[in-house]
T-cell receptor, first 113, second 111 residues
Framework: DQQVKQNSPSLSVQEGRISILNCDYT??????FLWYKKYPAEGPTFLIS?????DKNEDGRFTVFLNKSAKHLSLHIVPSQPGDSAVYFC????????????FGTGTRLTVIP | EADIYQTPRYLVIGTGKKITLECSQT?????MYWYQQDPGMELHLIHY???????EKGDLSSESTVSRIRTEHFPLTLESARPSHTSQYLC??????????FGPGTRLTVL
């Protein structure tokens, strides 16, 4: 049963506009959330993370919002650039065991010049 | 950010062959992980290690095995490759259990 869900497989945005990628999770034991960017045939590249004790974290053009009551997080990219075109994965960490990450299926972002 | 290396990047091999996928990191991270990803799907954990001589199976059942004889090295072995093993294999490490840093991956195709 998938514990992290990205329900939008793809998103297209005009250059300079805001990109909003969404992620939902089901496990209330998740305490740390991350966003990764991935190009085909390459490994995921870490973008930004947020602890469950916060509701917002910002790093340059990237901002992650966490709504624990709704078990929802989102990644905002402002302004979007063509180089942002990639697949974005949401991931959540379990507090116990291996501290391994649970991943969503990804959202392919295309930024149109 | 971690320097983490995987070889080979691409491997095409026949059924029944034994293969070893290499993963090395130079940052002295104790925790290392192997994930498997099929196209359009999420990454699934298949093995992890807390340190030297520590290996555990992950959430996704896998016929592969791993070893951790040195901190920096975490190879994955398939004794007899099958077409069902065709996938991308991603190695990761973390200094603290928070952010994991990934290698470039090995794309394996078994004919």
């Amino acid at each position: 049963d998938q514990q992290v869900k990205q329900n939008s497989p793809s998103l297209s945005v005009q250059e300079g506009r805001i990109s909003i990628l969404n992620c939902d999770y089901t496990n209330s034991m998740f305490d740390y959330f991350l966003w990764y960017k991935k190009y085909p045939a390459e490994g995921p590249t870490f973008l930004i993370s947020i602890s469950s004790i916060k509701d917002k974290n910002e790093d340059g053009r990237f901002t992650v919002f966490l709504n624990k009551s709704a078990k929802h997080l989102s990644l905002h990219i402002v302004p979007s650039q063509p180089g942002d075109s990639a697949v974005y994965f949401c991931a959540a960490r379990a507090q116990t065991g291996a501290n391994n990450l649970f991943f969503g299926t990804g959202t392919r972002l295309t930024v149109i010049p | 950010e971690a320097d983490i290396y995987q070889t080979p990047r691409y491997l095409v091999i026949g059924t029944g062959k034994k293969i070893t996928l290499e993963c090395s990191q130079t940052m002295g991270h104790d925790k290392m992980y192997w994930y498997q990803q099929d196209p359009g799907m999420e990454l699934h954990l298949i093995h992890y290690s807390y340190g030297v001589n520590s290996t555990e199976k992950g959430d996704l059942s896998s016929e592969s095995t791993v070893s951790r004889i040195r901190t920096e090295h975490f190879p994955l072995t398939l004794e007899s490759a099958r077409p069902s093993h065709t996938s991308q294999y991603l190695c990761a490490s973390t200094p603290s259990g928070d952010t994991q840093y990934f290698g470039p991956g090995t794309r394996l195709t078994v004919l």
